[in-house]
């Protein structure tokens, strides 16, 4: 019988964060799969905000005393802004007033970089890190303690936009464009990284409807109420900043990131060198991957350039529905 994934989440929440912790604790009250902890990072909103987001969501989900909660390593110099204009202030919509009070407190909590050499450390090639935010706290973590990484049994990562524009610039991504450095310290950490790009994550919106079908059972539960608020704000945003092409709902891109691990015959994986931009004053933060014919000396990554969005959304709702 196969063993249950142990898991590190370094997420940024974030809309889409949230629903990617939803899933992936769906899966553990299925008993399918461990989070050992959860690292917060600067991205979405600022670092205070995403660690007490997650921490009113950890609270939600029964979570706040069981799991490690790390918080970000602070990036000082940044070209791009946080997304608080997609997320809402508080990184949830304006919906923190009606979760359960922040159990952590953000100035003795530990730090995420220091959670991930611990974890690393304590259990070398079975923890897997699922990375949904800005690579901040991982190459924090390699360059305090290089090859640490090599510890993660897989690294599995939201971000890069390839053969599609970029949402952060026009050819940048977030995840990796808020901090195209610590990016390159990581995909040169090891040679197997996964990566979910927006290019097939812009196919994975999650409407209204489905909120509904996901809820119906349980209209009143506090979980419900939540997804059904979170979506409504979501879907507002969304429309307005123009991210589905006018349909009705909102991008999960980290969600993707679970199905991977989950769901693998929902995606089309292709091996290939992954490399950042980290000077162009156009193009920084952009990911590439050579896709001419001829030999290639190295290869760092496995990134998925199809999806069958379908039946990776149904696999999403009926799951959530064990929560």
């Known amino acids: 019988m196969n063993k249950k994934p142990k898991i590190i989440l370094d997420t940024d929440p974030g809309g889409d964060d949230i629903f990617a912790l939803l899933w992936l604790q769906s899966l553990v009250r299925q008993n399918l799969a461990e989070i050992v902890a959860i690292t917060t990072a600067q991205g979405n909103v ?9 921490s009113q969501v950890m609270g939600l989900l029964g979570l706040e005393s069981s799991i490690p909660l790390g918080k970000g390593v602070i990036c000082q110099q940044l070209e791009i802004g946080d997304a608080a204009y997609i997320h809402g202030n508080d990184g949830m919509g304006g919906l923190s007033g009606t979760l359960p009070k922040s159990q952590h407190n953000f100035e003795i909590a530990p730090a995420a970089d220091e959670v991930i050499i611990e974890q690393l450390s304590a259990s070398p090639g079975q923890i897997t890190i699922i990375a949904i935010a800005p690579l901040t706290n991982l190459a924090a973590a390699e360059e305090k303690c290089p090859g640490i990484l090599k510890l993660a049994k897989e690294i599995i990562i939201m971000g890069g ?12 991504e977030f995840n990796i464009g808020f901090n195209p450095e610590a990016a390159e310290i990581v995909f040169q950490s090891r040679t197997d990284i996964v990566v979910l790009p927006l290019d097939i994550t812009n196919k994975l919106i999650f409407t209204p409807e489905m909120a509904v079908e996901l809820t119906k059972e349980q209209q009143n539960h506090s979980i419900s109420k939540f997804v059904m608020a979170l979506t ?12 589905t092409e006018g349909k009705n709902g909102f991008l999960i891109h980290d969600a993707a990131t679970i199905a991977y691990l989950f769901y693998p015959e929902t995606l089309l994986l292709q091996r290939g060198n992954v490399e950042i931009e980290l000077n162009g004053k156009l193009t920084k933060g952009q990911t590439f991957l050579d896709h001419r014919h001829f030999p290639k000396s190295q290869s760092n990554s496995w990134v998925a350039l199809e999806v069958d969005n379908y039946n990776l959304l149904a696999c999403f709702i009926e799951d959530l529905k064990h929560l």
Do not use: D, H, I, W
């Not at 600022?46 to 997650?54: G, K």
């Not at 936009?161 to 940048?172: C, D, E, K, S, Y």
């Open 232 to 243: 409504e704000f979501m879907t507002k945003t969304s429309l307005v900043y123009r991210q």
């Open 161 to 172: 936009a390839f053969q599609v524009p970029g949402n952060v610039t026009a050819n940048a």
């Open 46 to 54: 600022e670092a205070e905000v995403t660690f007490a987001c997650a």
